[in-house]
Structure formats: structure tokens, C-alpha cells
Nanobody
Framework: VQLQASGGGLVQAGGSLRLSCVAS????????MGWFRQAPGKEREFVAA????????DYGWSVKGRFTISKGDAKNTVHLQMNSLNAEDTAVYYC???????????????WGQGTQVTVSS
């Protein structure tokens, strides 16, 4: 399984970015897809997740109300719309896919390579 994330970049505080992730390969099933981030010197943090059906979403407390996760039109595609960005959102953002039933805040089976998001203040 390969996950390809895109859409990162440099943005000013208060601005917006949209990340996208596509999962490809054979022989896997999708329970949920999610986004995590890791800033320098910090632990990896849960950002958002969405069920395979798109009916259920979950957000980390630091992004709730500012970020929106959604399913793409293509199978196994997700987007993360990030609004009102601030310097604390600067991190490498990773897309992940979970095959097994369970909490969408962890236990992911497959990870993408990450995309850098930098917010200038």
C-alpha cells in the first residue's frame, strides 16, 4: 500500500492550505484514513480522521473548528482543509490508513511520506 500526500507549503498566519492523500495498491481494505503531524522536537499528534464511508469524522482538540477532513471523489482519497493557520500548525503532516476496526486516533497500518506545512507569523 502506498500513500501519497500533497498540498503542503508555506503560508502566512491566518491563511489556508488544502492537503490531499491518495492510497493505492492491492489487497487492502480501508476502515479509516487520517492525518497526523509532527513538529520538530515534539511527538506525533493526531489531527483528523474519517471513516471509509465518510459518515464519521474525528479531530484533535488543537485543530477542531479550523480543519475539515473529507473524502475525495476517487476511492481511498482524503482531503484536509486547513483554515486560520497559525505558527503552531507548522509541522510535517502525514497521511495514514487504518485497515482494522478500532479507534481512529491510532493503530494505523500504512503511512505516507509526509508533506511539510510551514506557517509564517
Amino acid at each position: 500500500v502506498q500513500l501519497q500526500a500533497s498540498g503542503g507549503g508555506l503560508v502566512q498566519a491566518g491563511g489556508s492550505l488544502r492537503l490531499s492523500c491518495v492510497a493505492s495498491g492491492r489487497g487492502f481494505s480501508t476502515y479509516a484514513m487520517g492525518w497526523f503531524r509532527q513538529a520538530p522536537g515534539k511527538e506525533r499528534e493526531f489531527v483528523a480522521a474519517i471513516s471509509a464511508s465518510g459518515d464519521d469524522t474525528d479531530y484533535g482538540w488543537s485543530v477542531k473548528g479550523r480543519f475539515t477532513i473529507s473524502k475525495g471523489d476517487a476511492k481511498n482519497t482524503v482531503h484536509l482543509q486547513m483554515n486560520s493557520l497559525n505558527a503552531e500548525d507548522t509541522a510535517v503532516y502525514y497521511c495514514a490508513l487504518r485497515e482494522r476496526i478500532g479507534s481512529v486516533r491510532g493503530g494505523y497500518d500504512h503511512w505516507g511520506q509526509g508533506t511539510q506545512v510551514t506557517v509564517s507569523s
